[in-house]
């Protein structure tokens, strides 16, 4: 079936789905495939449960008149995001819809969460939900943009090259973001010059699209990356379009602005000033988009971390920081020189193994113990990945739930709390 025919069975049923466990009455189910699993095994499944129609590259055993048969159900799914995106380079009012793209090794989804916050405020703007950030994620969320948008930001995780430059072929961000390039994903992108040159793909996209780039002018390695493209906009704590500085980050973040706006004080939900460039560059986005101060301010006051990231729980007594859903040597260190300079005295450490580091795990792992060791805590507890394997004088355990036993056992009153880990290591079940 060609791209624009299923395009007209996707405009009446809009809803896309790819987990059977998930389909509604008339979703499009895509069928996909993966190491560990085959959609095509599903199909008549979600038929039943009420698809109207079932996109595969394998045909079942029975015929269905509503089972569509392509070469690559993937390769579809993408294609098929890309035509719709397409129909945004022209709105109903004749202007170009925005489509901003965000990517970096850390703060990329809290980034995004702020921004859409920012622009929510003053447009109809959709987003990358949770965080849906790859090849599956970022056709699906593109095929959730409705014919209303008047802006849209799209979320772009990548842990090898050639992934970003794939996704910007049906994505066509006319805006772009790279929060920063950290040591993430080192066992995909080789070296941190290669994470640079991997993220790097999103800037080269914009600089031959004669797109807009926002860039965080602190970070010399993004102000060389963003030569040659058409427009910069710039944000930093010095020397940018839109600067600011922490004004207080002894408990929740207050953030001022200097230049470019007229914001003496956003006091945030946020902890950490390793947010601040987040902060900022919602700040910049909004100005660009001529979203009143006031709105900007109180759409970064109100908007609330979820999902484990960056959140302060107040819990028998204790002051927790929960930022548990992603975890790499730049972002740990930051997390950790934070809490040391946050108010509170006794305490605790519970930080999970840090992956995809590949022949530098060890020697991160070590570098993040000997860090640690640097400081007094009342207790330093260490949770699964490669942290046995490096030397250290801490508890450890093997995995989260060990972690939870012990840490319940503990009865914590009046500590401040620090958990953080990789993804796979599920640290919030130790508050479970």
């Known amino acids: 079936m060609q791209i624009s025919a299923l395009y007209k069975l996707y405009q009446q049923f809009p809803s896309i789905q790819t987990d059977t466990r998930k389909v509604k009455k008339d979703d499009l189910f895509f069928a996909l495939k993966g190491p560990n699993f085959n959609g095509n095994l599903f199909a008549q499944e979600a038929l039943a449960m009420g698809a109207a129609y079932a996109v595969v590259?394998?045909?079942?055993?029975?015929?269905?008149?509503?089972?569509?048969?392509?070469?690559?159900?993937?390769?579809?799914?993408?294609?098929?995001?890309h035509h719709h995106r397409r129909q945004f380079i022209l709105s109903a009012a004749g202007k170009q819809v925005p489509f901003i793209a965000i990517t970096g090794s850390n703060g990329k989804t809290t980034s995004k969460e702020l921004v859409h916050a920012v622009l929510s405020a003053a447009y109809k703007t959709y987003t990358t939900e949770g965080n849906l950030n790859n090849h599956i994620g970022i056709p699906i969320t593109i095929l959730k943009?409705?014919?209303?948008a008047e802006i849209a930001i799209i979320e772009m995780g990548a842990n090898h090259q050639k992934e970003i430059e794939a996704y910007c072929e049906y994505t066509m961000p006319t805006h772009g973001v790279i929060t920063n390039c950290g040591k993430a994903h080192l066992e995909g992108f080789g070296s941190e010059e290669g994470i640079r040159k991997g993220k790097g793909e999103l800037f080269d996209y914009l600089r031959l699209h004669k797109g807009s780039a926002f860039v965080m002018w602190d970070y010399?390695?993004?102000?060389?990356?963003?030569?040659?493209?058409?427009?910069?906009i710039t944000y930093g704590t010095k020397g940018a379009g839109i600067t600011g500085f922490v004004k207080n980050s002894t408990g929740l973040l207050e953030v001022s602005i200097t230049a470019g706006a007229k914001l003496d004080s956003i006091k945030t939900k946020l902890v950490g000033e390793y947010n601040l460039p987040n902060i900022l560059l919602a700040v910049a986005i909004g100005k660009y988009f001529n979203v009143p101060d006031e709105k900007i301010k109180l759409a970064l006051e109100n908007y609330i971390p979820s999902n484990s990231r960056s959140q302060l729980i107040e819990k028998d007594g204790n002051k927790i920081i929960l930022d548990a859903y992603n975890a790499n040597p730049s972002s740990m260190k930051a997390a950790i020189e934070?809490?040391?300079?946050?108010?509170?005295k006794d305490k605790v450490l519970i930080l999970g193994g840090m992956m995809e580091l590949g022949t530098d795990s060890l020697k991160e792992h070590q570098a993040l113990v000997d860090l640690i060791a640097i400081y007094t805590w009342k207790d330093v507890v260490l949770v699964g990945g490669d942290f046995n394997k490096v030397t250290h004088s801490y508890l450890y355990f093997e995995n989260s739930m060990l972690a939870k036993e012990w840490f319940t056992n503990q009865h914590y009153n009046h500590s401040a709390i620090l958990i953080k880990g990789s993804r796979s290591t599920q640290m919030e079940k130790v508050l479970e």
């Open 57 to 81: 590259d394998e045909v079942p055993g029975s015929f269905d008149k509503r089972i569509i048969q392509v070469t690559d159900v993937l390769k579809t799914l993408q294609d098929l995001a």
């Open 145 to 148: 943009v409705k014919a209303d």
């Open 220 to 232: 010399d390695y993004l102000q060389k990356m963003s030569k040659g493209i058409q427009q910069v």
């Open 338 to 344: 934070n809490f040391v300079n946050m108010d509170g």
